[in-house]
């Protein structure tokens, strides 16, 4: 019918789900169309998990309608979504660590021949659909050995084998090297370019703009806008709609006095770095490390810690020389760590929030019943630090995987720390970040120090001039 506008592959209609004391969705509508990557934003517990589960069959709405091609579908089991051609890659992948790769992406659907497992079959159809990934991994292989990023790529080739339609990734980005990413980025054109619907959650802005051809914004369980072209959307338009203030208001940022150098790092030498490094960060003072992955910030900061030996030069704390042989003792000395990967090195994610606030300070604390979330994990961390003395705050990607509001939170607490007298480090690959919260940022590149700007000159085509490699 020449002129009309083709149905949308996915339609919800004011979807509303309740839970006991909470509206989850209110009214909600979304429209995903063949061939394209719908961006999904808003603050932690805005309603992108909810609606997730509605499209996967986990939860089944009060009210509304869901249309899948036109026809009306009820989910009432993930497996009956499944069955109609929906996929959701979360961010908590679902394999099978000790069954093989070909194991996990037929998952469901082993090939068998009289009841008997036919290996020959599964070995084949794997290495056909890891070809179809552009991965060159050994069917065989265990998938715990694998990378989180290969991990992910059989989780879509999982959809794949299914059929999916619509495929829908929860912050796929949050656990991937730069090349992982990229590589991802290219399966999720592939896919749109075949037609199917991709539906794509995540924190990150950059991401949305390079990847998605439509965003639309949640907030307290309500579609606030649904933005038709990235082209021209402007970051602080974006960032009002997820949280109902501008960007300026989520930074925040507070100028406050300086006091003495506190600690001084003097042509140190160790893993991770190619070169001499030598700075000085002051009582009071928030230093922002800017780079690229692999730039040797994280490496810098663990050498401070005492979780990696410096092979040259010295640390002095307060005027002092300090080595530490393990972080025991820099934590005694007045120094912490929040690290990068929260849940490997930061929490005990099977504890509770009180056991992981206690496991330095068994006291002052004992705040239970938030969730573990990436934005409360952190918040978690961070206060257990504050029972200890310390005087310097090491944070590697303190906001990592965290949305805008919660980033908030956590730059509002790295403010109080300074105004205290206490001294911040940290490393952030957010450029808007370090310009936002920094009153001065170090650039590293390649495992060196490429240069320092005061927070008034650290112009973005400055930093990031510094950053990339000549």
């Known amino acids: ?123 084949q159809r794997a290495l056909g659909e890891l070809e179809r990934l552009g991965e060159r991994l050994d069917p065989n292989l265990p998938v715990k050995r694998l990378s989180i990023g290969q991990r992910q790529m059989i989780e879509i080739g ?45 924190h990150r802005m950059d991401e949305v703009y390079t990847l998605c051809d439509r965003v639309t914004v949640f907030r307290d369980g309500r579609r606030i806008e649904t933005f038709e072209s990235m082209q021209g959307l402007d970051h602080d338009r974006l960032i009002r709609a997820m949280v109902g203030r501008p960007i300026s208001d989520v930074y925040g940022y507070r100028p406050r006095e300086l006091g003495e150098v506190r600690l001084e790092a003097k042509a140190l030498t160790g893993p991770g770095l190619s070169a001499p490094v030598s700075f000085a960060a ?30 040259g030069g010295a640390v002095e704390l307060d005027g002092r020389a300090v080595a530490f042989a393990t972080p025991r003792e820099a934590v005694r000395a007045g120094l912490a760590l929040c690290p990068e990967d929260r849940k490997q090195e930061g929490i005990v994610a099977i504890a509770s929030v009180a056991d992981n606030l206690n496991l330095s300070a068994r006291r002052h604390f004992s705040p239970a019943g938030f969730l573990l979330n990436g934005g409360n ?58 310009i936002g919260v920094a009153d001065r940022i ?5 495992g060196r120090i490429a240069g320092e700007l005061p927070r008034a000159q650290a112009a973005p085509d400055r930093l990031i001039r510094l950053a990339l490699p000549h």
Do not use: C
């Not at 999982?158 to 980025?185: C, G, M, N, W």
């Open 377 to 434: 994990q952190q918040k978690v961390i961070l206060s257990r630090w504050l029972a200890e003395e310390i005087s310097v705050f090491l944070m590697d990607e303190p906001t990592r995987g965290i949305d805008v509001g919660a980033r908030a939170e956590i730059y509002h607490l790295m403010y109080g720390l300074a105004e205290e007298g206490r001294t911040v480090l940290f490393v952030s690959s957010d450029l808007a970040e370090v």
């Open 1 to 123: 019918m020449h002129g009309e506008v083709a149905a949308p592959l996915l339609a919800l209609n004011d979807i509303t789900v309740r839970f006991p004391g909470v509206l989850a969705l209110d009214r909600v509508s979304f429209e995903l169309r063949g061939g394209e990557v719908h961006g999904l934003m808003g603050e932690n517990g805005a309603g992108k998990s909810t609606l997730l589960k509605v499209l996967s069959g986990v939860n089944q709405p009060q009210e509304g309608s869901l249309r899948l091609g036109g026809v009306e579908q009820q989910f009432a089991s993930p497996r009956a979504a499944i069955a109609a051609g929906i996929a959701i890659i979360y961010q908590e992948l679902h394999l099978v660590p000790e069954l093989t790769v070909a194991e996990n992406l037929m998952l469901g659907q082993i090939p068998n021949r009289y009841g008997v497992l036919d290996q020959r079959a599964l070995v």
């Open 442 to 446: 170090i650039v590293m590149k390649q």
């Open 158 to 202: 999982k959809a794949l084998l299914r059929e999916a339609k619509v495929i829908a990734f929860d912050e796929p980005t949050s656990s991937l090297s730069s090349r992982e990413t990229e590589r991802l980025f290219e399966i999720i054109r592939a896919l749109r370019a075949e037609g199917r619907g991709i539906v794509y959650v995540t």
């Open 282 to 311: 002051r009582r009071g003072e928030i230093v922002g490390f800017f780079g690229l992955v692999g730039a040797g910030r994280s490496e810098l900061l663990k050498l401070l810690y005492g979780a990696a030996r410096p092979s």
